[in-house]
């Protein structure tokens, strides 16, 4: 994956959702656990779940790990005369 371009902001949401999901690695475990203890788990739909729950999970938390190894914090420039990422540009109709 290449550099990801990204905000302050931005990135502050990917460090919230990261915190959120891998707190959430303790919940899926304790299902997984409760539904284990149930007996048989091969037709135990609430095992199935938890642990789709689970994959799901911990390729989210790769992913944001990934994004944020990966990417670049932009902010707007201060110099009013170039234009790069992060810019704010207000255009104008010449022929009005």
Known sequence: ???????????????????????????????????KNQGDISENA??????????????RIIKLEETLRNCVIVTGGKNK??????STLEVKNKDK
């Open 81 to 86: 005369s170039i234009v790069n990422i992060g």
């Open 46 to 59: 609430e095992y199935e779940e938890a642990k789709e729950s689970q994959a799901f999970n911990e390729g």
């Open 1 to 35: 994956m290449g550099q990801s371009f990204i905000s302050s902001s931005g990135l502050q949401k990917i460090k919230d959702e990261l915190n959120l999901l891998r707190n959430k690695r303790n919940e899926i475990a304790k299902r997984i656990s409760e539904a």
